[in-house]
């Protein structure tokens, strides 16, 4: 289970852009109000300034079917390739780093997640290349990123129990007639797992801080199953200190739309 606990982003822009659905709109907590690419637009290069570094990514609440990154550390310049001292158009570069990252993505939660293969523990800028269908226009609700807290592997045991909590108006009159208003139905998940006795304070630590927050999560069973969440906790980690060195740890994850 990977969570993104800090969101550590200070700049983003894009090389697409709807000035009527702007990229600062992947700052908010809402996947809902989206950043968009111009009409019919389905590719954008979004840079983010990422502070005290970066292992994952995530994007919630978009149609991007892909994403690739170029990380770059802007402390870490030389000279360009072939740039000579007496040549007068001398210039520095900032050489990307071997970084590369892998995609998860599962449709039901129109999110992607990008692991990078190797931490960045500093500050760093991104170039990450995100594509939709080409017959779409590229949108995104919410993106998030910065180092990742792992509790316990593969987790939960048993899988991922779903439930829904059904925003929508219904109202029984007294004659018999009613009223209805379709809603969103939020995603509950309940999840039991195993964790160490460190990883379970970690967790419990987080809501201490945060609450009820929404961050990103990535959770792994055991059967590889997989989950991609912007979600929130919905109450202090349960912790049973069951085993020797680790726990039976309990807790509730509701999306977010």
Same mark, same amino acid.
């Given at each position: 289970?990977?969570?993104?606990?800090?969101?550590?982003? &200070?700049?983003?822009?894009?090389?697409?852009?709807?000035?009527?659905?702007?990229?600062?709109?992947?700052?908010?907590?809402?996947?809902?109000?989206?950043?968009?690419?111009?009409?019919?637009?389905?590719?954008?290069?979004?840079?983010?300034? &990422?502070?005290?570094?970066?292992?994952?990514?995530?994007?919630?609440?978009?149609?991007?079917?892909?994403?690739?990154?170029?990380?770059? $550390?802007?402390?870490?310049?030389?000279?360009?390739?072939?740039?000579?001292?007496? $040549?007068?158009?001398?210039?520095?570069?900032?050489?990307?780093?071997?970084?590369?990252?892998?995609?998860?993505?599962?449709?039901?939660?129109?999110?992607?997640?990008?692991?990078?293969?190797?931490?960045?523990?500093?500050?760093?800028?991104?170039?990450?290349?995100?594509?939709?269908?080409? !017959?779409?226009?590229?949108?995104?609700?919410?993106?998030?990123?910065?180092?990742?807290?792992?509790?316990?592997?593969?987790?939960?045991?048993?899988?991922?129990?779903?439930?829904? $909590?059904?925003?929508?108006?219904?109202? $029984?009159?007294?004659?018999?007639?009613?009223?209805?208003?379709?809603?969103?139905?939020?995603?509950?998940?309940?999840?039991?797992?195993?964790?160490?006795?460190?990883?379970?304070?970690?967790?419990?630590?987080?809501?201490?801080?945060?609450?009820?927050?929404?961050? !990103?999560?990535?959770?792994?069973?055991?059967?590889?199953?997989?989950?991609?969440?912007?979600?929130?906790?919905?109450?202090?980690?349960?912790?049973?200190?069951?085993?020797?060195?680790?726990?039976?740890?309990?807790?509730?994850?509701?999306?977010?739309?």
């Amino acid at each position: 289970m990977r969570h993104l606990r800090e969101d550590s982003i &200070v700049t983003r822009s894009a090389s697409s852009e709807n000035p009527n659905f702007p990229i600062s709109q992947t700052a908010n907590r809402h996947p809902g109000q989206k950043y968009r690419a111009v009409p019919d637009e389905w590719r954008s290069v979004i840079t983010l300034g &990422v502070t005290g570094g970066c292992s994952d990514i995530m994007l919630a609440g978009t149609n991007a079917i892909n994403a690739s990154v170029s990380v770059t $550390d802007p402390n870490e310049i030389a000279w360009a390739e072939d740039d000579y001292w007496a $040549d007068d158009s001398d210039t520095w570069i900032n050489g990307p780093m071997n970084i590369t990252a892998s995609v998860a993505q599962r449709s039901r939660s129109s999110a992607l997640w990008l692991q990078f293969s190797e931490a960045v523990n500093r500050s760093c800028e991104i170039e990450m290349t995100t594509v939709c269908q080409p !017959a779409e226009t590229l949108e995104i609700g919410v993106i998030r990123a910065g180092l990742s807290e792992t509790y316990g592997g593969r987790n939960p045991r048993f899988g991922l129990p779903e439930a829904g $909590d059904d925003k929508s108006i219904f109202d $029984d009159n007294s004659n018999g007639s009613f009223y209805y208003k379709k809603r969103d139905v939020l995603r509950v998940f309940s999840a039991s797992a195993i964790m160490s006795r460190t990883d379970a304070w970690l967790m419990a630590d987080y809501f201490d801080v945060h609450g009820q927050e929404p961050s !990103a999560w990535r959770i792994t069973d055991k059967n590889d199953s997989e989950w991609v969440l912007f979600a929130r906790l919905l109450g202090r980690p349960s912790i049973q200190h069951s085993h020797l060195s680790h726990c039976d740890v309990s807790f509730d994850l509701k999306e977010v739309l």
